[in-house]
């Protein structure tokens, strides 16, 4: 389910990235578009995982339908930035997400720790992506 949400943002990113995206001005420290999808498939597999662990313990249901509603944010960011392409739109996806990262993480330490470890590096990666849709947003504001 992971990777499905990811190659469903992938398939607007890519034709975003050539056009429009390599128009914009982009903040200090954004790495080349290439980089983003080795480091996206990774943090799927970390997040499927994490989710597997809790969907494995009974009673763990509002944890598990946290990371649900995380990765139904993580998968509306995509269209929001590039197929709407709108770092303003995305920007408010992404707080959302980041609350729901922070919320999955805390559920899942409750639950299993090593779930609530597996998130961590995709909770980071959601700050600096964070930090980018910022930049982006300031840097081509119209």
Known sequence: ??????????????????????????????????????IWTVLYVTIGIAGWLIWKRRGAVPALRLWGWQLAANAAWAPAFFGLHSPSAAMGVMIVLLVLVVLTVMAFR????????????????????AYLNAGFLLLNAT
Not at 3 to 28: F, K, V
Not at 111 to 125: C, F, Q
């Open 1 to 38: 389910m992971c990777l499905l949400a990811g190659a469903a943002g992938a398939s607007m990113t890519i034709r975003a990235i050539p056009h429009w995206y390599a128009e914009l001005r982009a903040p200090p420290g954004t790495p080349p578009a290439w980089v983003f999808a080795p």
């Open 110 to 129: 409750r639950t299993d720790r090593t779930a609530a470890v597996l998130m961590v590096p995709y909770g980071l990666w959601c700050l600096y992506a």
